[in-house]
């Protein structure tokens, strides 16, 4: 079963490798996250918008 828990801000290399390429990485983010590659730092932002992260929970 899939669980929403609040966004981490120590998962942000894990959420950043999702993304292998500039075209899944719009797909992923809708294009709301700006340009491939992004940077942890720039990545970071999420950290104010209430964020979640999926998790599967067993």
């Known amino acids: 079963m ?19 390429d500039k075209v899944a990485f719009y797909k992923w983010s809708a294009g709301i ?5 992004i940077t ?5 932002f999420v950290n104010n918008l209430m964020a979640f992260t999926a998790i599967e929970d067993d």
């Open 40 to 44: 942890k730092e720039k990545f970071d």
């Open 2 to 20: 899939l669980r929403l828990k609040p966004y981490n801000i120590n998962e942000a290399d894990v959420i950043l490798s999702w993304s292998k």
């Open 33 to 37: 996250l700006g340009e491939y590659p």
